[in-house]
């Protein structure tokens, strides 16, 4: 008797220990995906910005600044605190490189400082 309440401990550890690790690899694998999709978007932003510079365009639309203006500042890069009028194609390419570089070393397993 005394052995089937040890071995169904065991298995019960063994089942919270399983469901933990399930867990941690679910939040890990939802991070890289959080990830890929943000570095999908800074490349969509960048194709855009790319093809203003192509066309030689001195001005960066409205509604491009904004957008890059938001990313900047939803990631807390010194651009988003900038008026998206204020903001050339330029820059906004540069600030866009920097963003995207750090989330790849991210993926390639660098870990971010705030992460254990």
């Not at 639309?61 to 957008?67: C, E, M, S, V």
Request: proline share 3%; aromatic share 2%; hydrophobic share 40%.
């Amino acid at each position: 008797m005394a052995r089937t309440l040890s071995t169904g401990r065991m298995i019960e550890q063994t089942s919270v220990q399983i469901s933990a690790l399930r867990e941690r690899w679910h939040a890990e694998r939802e991070l890289r995906y959080a990830r890929r999709n943000r570095i999908r978007h800074i490349d969509r932003l960048l194709d855009e910005l790319e093809m203003l510079n192509i066309a030689e365009e001195t001005q960066l639309p409205a509604d491009l600044a904004l957008r890059v203006q938001r990313l900047a500042a939803e990631m807390e890069h010194p651009l988003g605190n900038r008026a998206p009028e204020d903001l050339t194609i330029g820059e906004s390419m540069d600030s866009l490189y920097d963003l995207q570089d750090g989330l790849m070393l991210t993926l390639e397993g660098v870990e971010d400082e705030e992460e254990p």
